[in-house]
C-alpha cells in the first residue's frame, strides 16, 4: 500500500495531507481540499480579489 494513497495536495500551500482531515470547499463542478482554515481564508480573500478585478475592467 502506497504511503501516499489516502493523502491529498492542499489546493494552496500543496502540502500534502491524509484526506481525511482536509478542509473542502465545493464549487459547481469541483471540490477543492485545503490543510487548515488558514489556507481556505487565504484562497477565499484571493478569489474576492480576482472577482472584484474582473468587475472593475467591465
Request: hydrophobic share 30%; glycine share 2%; proline share 2%.
Amino acid at each position: 500500500m502506497s504511503e501516499n494513497k489516502d493523502k491529498i495536495a492542499c489546493h494552496v500551500c500543496k502540502k500534502m495531507i491524509p484526506k481525511a482531515t482536509a478542509v473542502h470547499a465545493e464549487g459547481e463542478e469541483y471540490v477543492l481540499h485545503f490543510c487548515n482554515l488558514d489556507c481556505m481564508d487565504y484562497w477565499k480573500k484571493e478569489k474576492k480579489d480576482e472577482k472584484r478585478e474582473t468587475e472593475i475592467k467591465k
